[in-house]
């Protein structure tokens, strides 16, 4: 069983910036897609960002130029860097790992609260 945990949400103003790291406990974790979600209240998880094991990133239209995928093998850790924040970036930030065979394991998340 893979062990998914986020950090680093919080509130922030509009045009702040915050960096949310992620963690997962598997010693393979360099081998493995990973990705963060966004759930705001009364609407469906979106994808934001994805990155594979070959440093390859893919992001959603609504995040592009504002916010930076990462990963740190080392560290077992992908971090999301997010700037120039708006309120509707207000969400529950997910993260994820996903196997080859398409299993998911996805951590509790951390809420991120953009408002003045």
């Known amino acids: 069983q893979v062990q998914v945990v986020e950090s680093g949400g919080g509130l922030v103003q509009p045009g702040g910036s915050l960096r949310l790291s992620c963690t997962a406990s598997?010693?393979?974790?360099?081998?493995?897609?990973m990705g963060w979600h966004r759930q705001a209240p009364g609407k469906e998880r979106a994808l934001v960002a994805t990155?594979?094991?070959?440093?390859?990133?893919n992001y959603a239209d609504f995040v592009k130029g504002r916010f930076t995928i990462s990963r740190a093998n080392r560290k077992n850790t992908i971090y999301l860097e997010m700037n120039s924040l708006q309120p509707e970036d207000t969400a529950t930030y997910y993260c994820?790992?996903?196997?080859?065979?398409?299993?998911?394991?996805w951590g509790q998340g951390t809420q991120v609260a953009v408002s003045s």
């Open positions: 990155i594979a094991p070959s440093g390859y990133t």
């Open positions: 598997t010693s393979t974790f360099r081998s493995f897609d």
């Open positions: 994820n790992l996903r196997l080859p065979s398409g299993n998911t394991y």
